[in-house]
């Protein structure tokens, strides 16, 4: 009942930047947070950034100064400015986006992932 897409991922040299976005659609009244999370090859998955509806922001330390989440209440998006990349930073990219529906069940939506590869 709710889609999650990423896009804007891709392969960039150290150093470099990149803009993810994530669109919810569906059947939503309402979006609380909205998340990016990351896995790298042999990793668990980890939160990258939050944002709260009021625009409330926290970073993973490892990201801190380098990335800024944003989002944009009336299209249902946020987005992920990554500056600085590293090779560290290469993984899969995946948006979180929590809610409610129009028959105010709540929902829990993820995206299918975006590659971002910065190589070594």
């Known amino acids: 009942q709710v889609q999650v897409v990423e896009s804007g991922g891709g392969l960039v040299q150290a150093g470099g930047s990149l803009r993810l976005s994530c669109v919810a659609s569906?059947?939503?009244?309402?979006?609380?947070?909205m998340d990016w999370y990351r896995q790298a090859p042999g990793n668990q998955r980890e939160l990258v950034s939050t944002?709260?509806?009021?625009?409330?922001?926290t970073y993973a330390d490892s990201v801190k100064g380098r990335f800024t989440i944003s989002r944009d209440n009336a299209k249902n998006t946020v987005y992920l400015q990554m500056n600085s990349l590293k090779s560290e930073d290469t993984a899969v990219y995946y948006c979180?986006?929590?809610?409610?529906?129009?028959?105010?069940?709540?929902?829990?939506?993820w995206g299918q992932g975006t590659q971002v590869t910065v190589p070594s």
């Open positions: 569906g059947f939503i009244l309402k979006i609380n947070n």
């Open positions: 979180n986006v929590r809610g409610t529906l129009r028959d105010f069940r709540p929902f829990d939506s």
């Open positions: 944002i709260t509806t009021v625009g409330t922001t």
